[in-house]
């Protein structure tokens, strides 16, 4: 018999007579189980509770109360009503082993048992029970983990908005470039895992913008070339923020290169062509797309065409050419 698999089993022995438990007592020690004594069913009960063992071995000819009432009054609480019992009786005919499965038993051995045979059954028993706390134990891991994910992706999009309330001429403008580049990104057949990582990016795409001040950002006028040379380095004050954070280092494809231009001349790296991540390239017509037909204190939205006569014109140079093509295709079919 495997030791090994008993090992923290806790088993409740209920008999009310010493014999009967020193018997028991005496075939399973050495197997790994941890063993405690019920002399009466209301012991058995408080025991249970206090305990809630691996499995109870039930005797049924016990005064005051009988091993098959003991079934029924764990059966009907629900702090110990999954505990598995095995009920031990020398009541050995068919009524005996049908009231035992009415009261609720999970098994049933009639005395004089074979050790090896209550050994074999009570492995069982056992084994089941810790699969059955194991998939129990895997379901609330999954739960908890789904519901720190939803957190997580609140947190993201709460920060999201934020950015967006902080530059206040974009409001909305993240949730609006994140919708286009999951369409882009989806009409790529680009998989569900690398899309939920393209979304976080998105929605945080201007998490650098924290490091600008507000009189860079703010500005109404055109900015200087010094003032230009600070918000350039938002891509890598996002870089810098994000990288340290397991979960969102595969995000940070966009927030990092959604400057850098097809023909080399963005930033921060100056990366060229292929170079840029696929991510990034949706993202920078997204974000193009969106700039261009909002309106600005400064300028009046532009309309449809000329925002995608302006995209058009750009393929090639900010834009990688087949993504241009790949907009105009959702664009066309939305």
């Known amino acids: 018999m495997n ?44 025991k249970a509770k206090q305990l809630l063992p691996d499995v109870i071995l039930l005797d049924v000819m016990m005064p005051g109360m009988t091993g098959f009432e003991v079934c029924q009054r764990i059966r009907s609480d629900p702090q110990i009503a999954e505990i598995p019992i095995i009920i031990l009786t020398a009541l050995d005919d068919r009524e005996s082993l049908l009231n035992a499965l009415k009261a609720g038993a999970d098994d049933f051995i009639s005395k004089p048992f074979d050790r090896y045979e209550l050994r074999a059954r009570l492995l069982g028993i056992t084994r089941l029970n810790r ?10 891991l999954r739960e908890a ?45 680009v998989s569900e895992g690398e899309i939920t990582h393209i979304r976080r990016g998105a929605l945080l795409h201007d998490v650098g913008k ?42 940070l494809a966009i927030p990092y290169n959604h400057h850098e231009k097809w023909d080399g001349t963005g930033y921060p790296r100056g990366l060229k062509g292929e170079e840029i991540p696929m991510s990034a390239r949706l993202f920078a017509i997204a ?17 449809a065409e000329q925002a995608l006569a302006y995209i058009r014109e750009q393929s090639g140079k900010h834009f990688d050419p087949q993504v241009v093509e790949l907009f105009f295709q959702v664009i066309e079919s939305t």
């Open 3 to 46: 030791k090994e698999s008993n090992v923290g089993s806790l088993v409740l022995i209920v008999d009310d007579e010493y014999i009967g438990r020193e018997t028991l007592q005496s075939v399973l020690e050495g197997e790994g189980y941890q063993l405690e004594m019920a002399e009466s069913g209301f012991q058995a009960i408080e």
């Open 131 to 140: 699969y059955q706390k194991l998939l129990q134990e895997r379901a609330k």
């Open 145 to 189: 983990n789904a519901q720190l994910l939803n957190a997580y992706e609140a947190t993201i999009e709460g920060l999201s908005h934020a950015l967006d309330l902080r530059d206040r001429e974009t409001e909305g403008h993240s949730r609006r470039v994140t919708e286009v580049t999951v369409k882009l990104a989806q009409a790529l057949d």
């Open 210 to 251: 924290i490091g600008i001040p507000d009189s860079i950002l703010h500005k109404p006028d055109t900015l200087t070339e010094e003032e230009w040379i600070t918000m350039r380095k938002h891509p890598q004050f996002a870089y810098n923020m994000l990288a340290p954070i397991e979960y969102l280092r595969q995000a």
């Open 287 to 303: 974000d193009v797309w969106d700039a261009l037909t909002s309106n600005r204190p400064y300028r009046d939205a532009w309309t």
